[in-house]
């Protein structure tokens, strides 16, 4: 039974190191796991009157239906001064 694991990377860098780790976890999960490194760099700020009134962006729903179809969440991010880089923090809300 395949697995669908999203992979959120907490940075923008091109060459960030949390980015090099991501692209290289697939190599140690079993075959039947499959890692997916979901973009979150190209997120509006995360508004609620977008839900509230209706207008959610494209780029929201392209992520919200992305997620749906995943099973697992794993996170590859540096720490930034002691808590999550904002680009993850908006992403999960």
């Not at 190191?17 to 700020?45: H, Q, R, T, W, Y």
């Not at 995360?46 to 794993?74: C, G, H, I, S």
């Not at 991010?77 to 923090?89: D, F, G, I, M």
Request: zero cysteines.
């Amino acid at each position: 039974m395949s697995k669908n694991i999203a992979v959120l990377v907490g940075s923008l860098r091109k060459d960030s190191f949390s980015k090099a780790v991501a692209k290289n976890l697939s190599k140690l999960f079993p075959a039947d796991f499959n890692l997916e490194v979901i973009e979150i760099g190209d997120l509006p700020l995360y508004n609620q009157d977008y839900d509230d009134l209706d207008q959610v962006p494209a780029a929201y729903t392209t992520f919200r239906e992305k997620m749906l179809t995943m099973d697992a969440v794993l996170f590859v991010t540096p720490e930034y001064n002691r808590s999550v880089p904002a680009v993850l923090k908006n992403a999960l809300d």
